[in-house]
T-cell receptor
Framework: GAVVSQHPSRVICKSGTSVKIECRSL??????MFWYRQFPKQSLMLMAT?????????EQGVEKDKFLINHASLTLSTLTVTSAHPEDSSFYIC???????????FGPGTRLTVT | DAKTTQPNSMESNEEEPVHLPCNHS???????IHWYRQLPSQGPEYVIH???SNVNNRMASLAIAEDKKSSTLILHRATLRDAAVYYC???????FGAGTRLTVKP
């Protein structure tokens, strides 16, 4: 199946700093990307949906100024956690979709720890 | 909120079939039903998807109710490696419910 990568796989940052997470679709063009976060022993929570070249649509309760999403190309989307705090520590997962909703794959996740 | 509901947990014996149900009563005609499974600290792994007809692949089978308001993921012979949390989601929604934690007993 298609491959979606995330970088980095894990990151530790200090409180107040910003961290960027990359999501790449390696062998197909992702017209839509989804960002999720997952706390321990919980399900994935959808944060935002982005279409290539457009502004992301954020879920209710997700701060768009804190979680900046850029989907500038058909193979790359980035999530920047600005002014990170310990409560932002979580497992962040992206998903990429091609032209068809059938073509939908998830990345391996990025473990963010804010100290 | 997610548009799918699943039992929180299920158990199976190794090498026996497992039927994992999912309810999606507000599904639309254009929604695909996707199933994924997730191991701890990993991203969801694709299992199978369908639109209206039953589907088979090397991993599993997907049985979709005639009214499309429910579906069942079928693992024909569960192995220990099938122990995971299984999620069904709809393509027009993409929100995850709690999923079903499958335990496989040797």
């Amino acid at each position: 199946g298609a491959v979606v990568s995330q970088h980095p796989s894990r990151v530790i940052c200090k409180s107040g700093t910003s961290v960027k997470i990359e999501c790449r679709s390696l062998d197909f063009q992702a017209t839509t990307m989804f960002w999720y976060r997952q706390f321990p022993k919980q399900s994935l929570m959808l944060m935002a949906t982005s279409n290539e070249g457009s502004k992301a649509t954020y879920e209710q309760g997700v701060e768009k100024d804190k979680f900046l999403i850029n989907h500038a190309s058909l193979t790359l989307s980035t999530l920047t956690v600005t002014s990170a705090h310990p409560e932002d520590s979580s497992f962040y997962i992206c998903s990429a979709r091609g032209d068809s909703p059938v073509e939908q794959y998830f990345g391996p996740g990025t473990r963010l720890t804010v100290t | 909120d997610a548009k799918t509901t699943q039992p929180n947990s299920m158990e199976s014996n190794e090498e026996e079939p497992v039927h994992l149900p999912c309810n999606h009563s507000t599904i639309s005609g254009t929604d695909y039903i996707h199933w994924y499974r997730q191991l701890p600290s990993q991203g969801p792994e694709y299992v199978i998807h369908g639109l209206t007809s039953n589907v088979n692949n090397r991993m599993a089978s997907l049985a979709i109710a005639e009214d499309k308001k429910s579906s069942t993921l079928i693992l024909h012979r569960a192995t220990l490696r099938d122990a995971a949390v299984y999620y069904c989601i709809l393509s027009n929604d993409m929100r995850f419910g709690a999923g079903t934690r499958l335990t496989v007993k040797p």
